[in-house]
């Protein structure tokens, strides 16, 4: 028995979910949805419903990255200071490539667990690290009939003249993006309209603008997709600040 093993085996084989929460000066932002999508992963990959008091009451007096675990056997409750990978994301941008998944959007498993933030992450970071050896800095996922999905760790989002878009998650069986949602919803105070599409890599390509949006990273604007450089746009500023960023 290796005594340095302080979790049970199986937590060690994905049996859990997780969430990722920006801390910010005025406490854990949207964390309120970040702990309803955590209750809704346990119960997609079938963990009991989670006693999350222990969250709600912390009281935290610093930034960062306040990052939730919950397994079988524990909820483990962490902060570590703010990426500044995400930051410099944040402001410069990201060169993307797209990749398709080998997934359908039509043809799924009934186990399927891709709409839960799983502990199963090897793929995602499996994912990025190709992407960093391809020389950019993420990737697209795409369906096998060439639906663009979600990227390994973030949202895609994108503007089409005045309409602000994101990937319906129930009909791609991805994981439903809090921060795409929340830009979402203040889409209409600066005059844009929200909506959820499906959508192909030749249309998104086609879209005025592209950003990867998550917790930590806000919003990552795409200036290189697959080799073509993309223009900055100035809606870029204009909808960080409205996310307070």
Same mark, same amino acid.
């Given at each position: 028995?290796?005594?340095?093993?302080?979790?049970?085996?199986?937590?060690?084989?994905?049996?859990?979910?997780?969430?990722?929460?920006?801390? !910010?000066?005025?406490?854990?932002?949207?964390?309120?949805?970040?702990?309803?999508?955590?209750?809704?992963? #346990? #119960?997609?990959?079938?963990? +009991? @419903?989670?006693?999350?008091?222990?969250? !709600?009451?912390?009281?935290?007096?610093?930034?960062?990255?306040?990052?939730?675990?919950?397994?079988?056997?524990?909820?483990?409750?962490?902060?570590?200071?703010?990426?500044?990978?995400?930051?410099? @994301?944040?402001?410069?941008?990201?060169?993307?490539?797209? %990749?398709?998944?080998?997934?359908?959007?039509?043809?799924?498993?009934?186990?399927?667990?891709?709409? %839960?933030?799983?502990?199963?992450? #090897?793929?995602?970071?499996?994912? !990025?690290?190709? #992407?960093? !050896?391809?020389?950019?800095?993420?990737?697209?996922?795409?369906?096998?009939?060439?639906?663009?999905?979600?990227?390994?760790?973030?949202?895609?989002?994108?503007?089409?003249?005045?309409?602000?878009?994101?990937?319906?998650?129930?009909?791609?069986?991805?994981?439903?993006?809090?921060?795409?949602?929340?830009?979402?919803?203040?889409? +209409?105070?600066?005059?844009?309209?929200?909506?959820?599409?499906?959508?192909?890599?030749?249309?998104?390509?086609?879209?005025?603008?592209?950003?990867?949006?998550?917790?930590?990273?806000?919003?990552?604007?795409?200036? @290189?997709?697959?080799?073509?450089?993309?223009?900055?746009?100035?809606?870029? +500023?204009?909808?960080?600040?409205?996310?307070?960023?």
């Amino acid at each position: 028995m290796n005594d340095r093993i302080l979790v049970a085996p199986t937590d060690l084989l994905g049996d859990g979910v997780f969430e990722t929460v920006h801390l !910010r000066p005025t406490g854990p932002w949207l964390l309120d949805e970040h702990l309803a999508r955590l209750s809704r992963s #346990a #119960a997609i990959v079938g963990l +009991p @419903e989670p006693d999350l008091t222990p969250v !709600r009451e912390r009281v935290f007096d610093t930034t960062g990255a306040l990052r939730i675990i919950y397994t079988r056997t524990l909820l483990d409750i962490s902060v570590s200071p703010f990426p500044e990978s995400a930051l410099r @994301e944040r402001r410069a941008g990201i060169r993307v490539l797209s %990749a398709d998944r080998g997934t359908s959007v039509r043809r799924r498993p009934p186990w399927s667990v891709t709409g %839960a933030k799983s502990l199963s992450y #090897a793929e995602n970071f499996a994912a !990025r690290r190709w #992407a960093t !050896r391809q020389g950019v800095d993420d990737l697209i996922w795409l369906s096998s009939e060439g639906y663009v999905l979600e990227a390994p760790t973030s949202s895609v989002v994108w503007l089409t003249g005045d309409q602000l878009c994101t990937v319906p998650s129930a009909e791609a069986d991805i994981l439903p993006g809090i921060t795409a949602a929340h830009l979402l919803s203040l889409a +209409p105070s600066v005059g844009l309209r929200p909506a959820e599409r499906m959508v192909t890599l030749p249309v998104l390509a086609a879209a005025d603008t592209i950003w990867l949006t998550s917790s930590l990273r806000g919003m990552a604007e795409v200036t @290189e997709l697959d080799g073509i450089a993309r223009p900055r746009s100035p809606w870029t +500023p204009r909808l960080l600040s409205l996310l307070g960023l």
